[in-house]
């Protein structure tokens, strides 16, 4: 299972970009890197996908280097509604299934 | 509806309640997962179904006894249940257990909040 190590918190303020990045140094070929949003007491809801180089969509952008070894999920403009945690998982093929959420990273956006 | 729903959202139940936790996802999807959060924990994987065959059981008590009848709907029955067993619950969903290995999507409801008393 491909271990990922992200930081425990990021404060920010509204307008600004938040950089959240996440290290997977044992990414195996075939594994997406994904990104997860979780609000207090609500499950936790899909972002962003990719595999390699940059990935945008409406909500994010992901940044991917070559070697895959790391990844940046980028914010723009955050809002105070944007204050949530955030998980980085790397899907790992394997026969013994798990796919596991670490501590993810608790982003505080303030006024 | 669309997505996955969870039912109740939240439930409060004495140590020797029995109750049930429901889960229908509208998504077409083929497998159903349960996952665990208790305050300031990651989330812990609890059981997962794939075309209704559980696969996987990740050393969870016997007092927590899921049950899938079909691809859409998943139960947690709850029975002799502890204080620390007090958290969400977190029901998800993703096309298989092969597509979600691979690229990690899954689809999860707005949970079930449980308090043990």
């Known amino acids: 299972l491909a271990k990922t190590t992200q930081p425990i918190s990021m404060d920010s303020y509204e307008g600004q970009e938040v950089n959240i990045t996440c290290s997977h140094n044992n990414i195996a070929t075939n594994d997406y890197i994904t990104w997860y949003q979780q609000f207090p007491s609500q499950g936790p809801r899909f972002i962003i996908q990719g595999y390699k180089t940059k990935v945008t969509n409406e909500v994010a952008s992901l940044f991917i280097p070559a070697d895959r070894k790391s990844s940046t999920l980028s914010l723009p403009r955050v809002s105070l509604s944007d204050t949530a945690v955030y998980y980085c998982?790397?899907?790992?093929?394997?026969?013994?299934?798990?796919?596991?959420f670490g501590a993810g990273t608790t982003v505080t956006v303030r006024a | 509806e669309t997505g996955v729903t969870q039912t109740p959202r939240h439930l409060v139940m004495g140590m020797t309640n029995k109750k049930s936790l429901k889960c229908e996802q509208h998504l077409g999807h083929n497998a159903m997962y349960w996952y665990k959060q208790s305050a300031k924990k990651p989330l812990e994987l609890m059981f997962v179904?794939?075309?209704?065959?559980?696969?996987e059981n990740n050393s969870v008590p016997s007092r927590f006894s899921p049950e899938c009848p079909n691809s859409s709907h998943l139960f947690l029955h709850l029975h002799t249940l502890q204080p620390e067993d007090s958290a969400l619950y977190l029901c998800?969903?993703?096309?298989?257990?092969?597509?979600?290995?691979?690229?990690?999507?899954?689809?999860f409801g707005e949970g079930s909040r449980l308090t043990v008393l």
């Open positions: 998800a969903s993703s096309q298989d257990i092969r597509r979600a290995r691979g690229t990690g999507e899954l689809f």
């Open positions: 998982l790397v899907a790992t093929r394997s026969n013994d299934y798990k796919l596991s």
């Open positions: 179904y794939n075309f209704k065959e559980q696969t």
